[in-house]
C-alpha cells in the first residue's frame, strides 16, 4: 500500500465535496476539480471575485491528509471540514476597513477639537 492508496486519501473527494458545500453555504461560489496531482476545490467570493483560492486535499509525509492552501502549507486535517471552511472563510473576505477608518476619523477630529486654541474676540 502507498501512501496515495490509504483509506484517508480514499474518502478526500467526499471531504472536498462537504467542504464546498459548507463553503457555498457561506456564500462562497465553488467549483471541485481533478486536474494535476491532487484534487481540490476552487473558491471565489463573489462580491470581491479577486479574492479566491485553491485548496487541495493531499497526503503530508507521514501519511496524513490534509487540506492545503496553494502554497503548500497546510490548512486542516481531511476530517476537520469546518475548520478548513473557517480558515477558508476568514481569508477570502474582506476586512471593513471603512468602517474602522470612519471611527478613527472620528476620534482623531475630537482629540483635535479638545486641542483648538479659544477663539480671539
Known amino acids: 500500500m502507498t501512501v496515495t492508496d490509504t483509506p484517508a486519501v480514499r474518502k478526500a473527494p467526499g471531504r472536498l465535496e462537504a467542504l464546498a458545500a459548507d463553503l457555498g453555504g457561506r456564500g462562497f461560489v465553488t467549483r471541485i476539480f481533478d486536474g494535476g496531482r491532487h484534487p481540490g476545490v476552487s473558491v471565489i ?15 503530508a509525509g507521514d501519511g496524513s491528509v490534509w487540506f492545503w492552501w496553494s502554497w503548500a502549507e497546510r490548512l486542516a486535517p481531511i476530517d476537520d471540514v469546518d475548520g478548513a471552511a473557517v480558515k477558508i472563510a476568514h481569508v477570502l473576505t474582506p476586512q471593513d476597513l471603512a468602517g474602522r477608518g470612519q471611527r478613527r476619523c472620528r476620534s482623531q477630529r475630537k482629540r483635535r477639537e479638545s486641542r483648538r486654541l479659544p477663539e480671539r474676540r
Not at 467570493?45 to 497526503?59: F, G, I, S
Open 45 to 59: 467570493n463573489p462580491k470581491a471575485t479577486q479574492l479566491c483560492e485553491n485548496v487541495y486535499a493531499a497526503p
